[in-house]
């Protein structure tokens, strides 16, 4: 089969990887000139003059990431080299917070929260009471159920050092209206997936290295076609038993790769000349996508300068005290995950203020909660439709628009929040079902 993939994001990608494996002719189109989608590389310059490679946002893995890192180590990108592993840490400056330890579950989250620091017993054992009684009920809940909804007894303490930074990091929703539902899928599988699902995994070299521009290799090798910097214009529905059209070339299959909004678009005009049978399945799809809300993240890069030892912080990763004028929940060392020294990211995840803003209270924080009253900014990326609102009881798209038309990516419909894992999901299952239909 001739299949066309419309996106070379992390989804896009990963449909292509499969449909390439299961003999199909694929060729991937991508507006940009770069491949990786919201998680990619870019350039911008060092308070030098000189060239610096930062990522659009800070993008962690976890080691329940299974797909994930499956196709990493297809396209051959040494997982070792690419990614810091470390257990679970979500460690403050003064030194409370949960760190876990490199045990099977649930060892690790029992001795993790019996040895966290800045809890009493009595919030440790609350907090040991809750997590088994979300595994006695099978990490489900009422579908309306709110985070917040299923967290509300627990101490304040508990909410504002764990809950909260959880949920955010996870769903980029705060808890109070994020979905109770999804944040239990994640915490099922990081935490009761297996040894070692619940690690963080830090990226060590940039975002185009991690996963994408192999995968585009990968493709380029196997015979696929990957074009860059060509948008699709239009997308034609087939009429009289023809192929589906991309911009006038015929295709046997075709799968939304874009973002939400895109696919919507070229949905809609497909719909506009669409036989009258499909017009309704098309703008139903079409409705659906562009009902979706959206949460920012903000990124500011800021230097420093370090110390001899070559580190401003402890650990790679901190967790951060965050309020409305306070915004970044995480900070990273990227010189301790092969970028320069004195480099730090600071994440403001569900991020509401404008850049210049935003920057300037990342910098207080750094002074107040860190000490580092020299930082100079260095670039603030703004991620305004970094991902959807993980809402309770949200209807997102389905993967199946019609039949020989699929839509990939972290919006569409599944049981986790936008991440990456579920970007690659949704192109693995998206080109399962392009398999599919061959027989």
Same mark, same amino acid.
């Given at each position: 089969?001739?299949?066309?993939?419309?996106?070379?994001?992390?989804?896009?990608?990963? +449909?292509?990887?499969?449909?390439?494996?299961?003999?199909?002719?694929?060729?991937?189109?991508?507006?940009?000139?770069?491949?990786?989608?919201? $998680?990619?590389?870019?350039? $911008?310059?060092?308070?030098?003059?000189?060239?610096?490679?930062?990522?659009?946002? @800070?993008?962690?893995?976890?080691?329940?990431?299974?797909?994930?890192?499956?196709?990493?180590?297809?396209?051959?990108?040494?997982?070792?080299?690419?990614?810091?592993?470390?257990?679970?840490?979500l460690r403050f400056p003064d030194g409370s917070g949960l760190?876990?330890?490199?045990?099977?579950?649930?060892?690790?989250?029992?001795?993790?929260?019996?040895?966290?620091?800045?809890?009493?017993?009595?919030?440790?054992?609350?907090?040991?009471?809750?997590?088994? +009684?979300?595994?006695?009920?099978?990490?489900?809940?009422?579908?309306?159920?709110?985070?917040?909804?299923?967290?509300?007894? !627990?101490?304040?303490?508990?909410?504002?050092?764990?809950?909260?930074?959880?949920? /955010?990091?996870?769903?980029?929703?705060?808890?109070?209206?994020? =979905?109770?539902?999804?944040?239990?899928?994640?915490?099922?599988?990081?935490?009761? =997936?297996?040894?070692?699902?619940?690690?963080?995994?830090?990226?060590?070299?940039?975002?185009?290295?991690?996963?994408?521009?192999?995968?585009?290799?990968?493709? &380029?090798?196997?015979?696929?076609?990957?074009?860059?910097?060509?948008?699709?214009?239009?997308?034609?529905?087939?009429?009289?038993?023809?192929?589906?059209?991309?911009?006038?070339?015929?295709?046997?299959?075709?799968?939304?790769?874009?973002?939400?909004?895109?696919?919507?678009?070229? &949905?809609?005009?497909?719909? @506009?000349?669409?036989?009258?049978?499909?017009?309704?399945?098309?703008?139903?799809?079409?409705?659906?996508?562009?009902?979706?809300?959206?949460?920012?993240? =903000?990124?500011?890069?800021?230097?420093?300068?370090?110390?001899? @030892?070559?580190?401003?912080?402890?650990?790679?990763?901190?967790?951060?005290?965050?309020?409305?004028?306070?915004?970044?929940?995480? /900070?990273?060392?990227?010189?301790?995950?092969?970028?320069?020294?004195?480099?730090?990211?600071?994440?403001?995840?569900?991020?509401?203020?404008?850049?210049?803003?935003?920057? @300037?209270?990342?910098?207080?924080?750094?002074?107040?909660?860190?000490?580092?009253?020299?930082?100079?900014?260095?670039?603030?990326?703004?991620?305004?439709?970094?991902?959807?609102?993980?809402?309770?009881?949200?209807?997102?798209?389905?993967?199946?628009?019609? =039949?020989?038309?699929?839509?990939?990516?972290?919006?569409?419909?599944?049981?986790?929040?936008?991440?990456?894992?579920?970007?690659?999901r949704s192109g693995l299952h998206a080109a399962q079902q392009?398999?599919? !239909?061959?027989?």
């Amino acid at each position: 089969m001739n299949v066309a993939i419309i996106g070379a994001g992390w989804a896009g990608l990963a +449909a292509a990887i499969a449909a390439t494996q299961a003999g199909h002719q694929t060729t991937v189109f991508e507006a940009a000139r770069s491949v990786g989608g919201r $998680a990619r590389a870019l350039t $911008a310059p060092h308070a030098d003059g000189t060239p610096l490679v930062l990522d659009n946002g @800070q993008h962690i893995l976890i080691g329940a990431y299974t797909e994930s890192l499956r196709l990493m180590r297809l396209v051959g990108v040494d997982i070792a080299a690419a990614l810091l592993r470390q257990p679970l840490v979500l460690r403050f400056p003064d030194g409370s917070g949960l760190q876990l330890p490199d045990l099977p579950p649930p060892w690790d989250a029992l001795l993790g929260i019996v040895r966290a620091r800045g809890w009493s017993w009595r919030e440790r054992i609350a907090l040991l009471r809750t997590a088994h +009684a979300w595994q006695r009920a099978g990490f489900t809940c009422a579908p309306h159920d709110t985070v917040a909804t299923l967290c509300g007894h !627990l101490p304040q303490r508990l909410l504002d050092g764990f809950v909260d930074p959880l949920c /955010v990091a996870a769903l980029n929703t705060p808890a109070h209206a994020a =979905s109770g539902q999804v944040f239990l899928r994640v915490l099922q599988d990081s935490l009761f =997936s297996g040894r070692g699902g619940s690690h963080l995994l830090l990226p060590r070299v940039d975002l185009g290295t991690l996963f994408p521009e192999a995968a585009a290799a990968w493709l &380029v090798r196997q015979g696929a076609l990957v074009r860059t910097g060509e948008r699709v214009q239009a997308l034609t529905p087939p009429t009289d038993g023809q192929a589906w059209r991309v911009d006038g070339t015929a295709f046997d299959a075709v799968v939304l790769a874009t973002s939400s909004t895109e696919a919507a678009r070229l &949905v809609s005009h497909s719909a @506009q000349t669409a036989p009258y049978s499909m017009t309704v399945a098309l703008c139903d799809w079409a409705a659906s996508a562009q009902a979706l809300r959206f949460r920012a993240i =903000s990124t500011v890069y800021a230097q420093g300068t370090p110390p001899a @030892q070559g580190r401003l912080l402890p650990e790679p990763m901190m967790a951060l005290h965050s309020s409305a004028e306070q915004p970044a929940q995480f /900070v990273f060392d990227r010189g301790q995950l092969g970028g320069p020294p004195g480099l730090l990211a600071f994440v403001a995840s569900d991020s509401q203020g404008e850049r210049t803003q935003t920057a @300037q209270q990342v910098l207080q924080q750094a002074r107040t909660q860190l000490g580092l009253p020299d930082l100079q900014v260095v670039q603030t990326v703004v991620e305004k439709r970094a991902t959807f609102a993980c809402t309770p009881s949200l209807r997102r798209p389905g993967n199946r628009v019609l =039949s020989g038309l699929w839509a990939a990516g972290d919006y569409t419909e599944g049981p986790y929040p936008a991440t990456l894992e579920g970007a690659i999901r949704s192109g693995l299952h998206a080109a399962q079902q392009i398999t599919g !239909l061959r027989h």
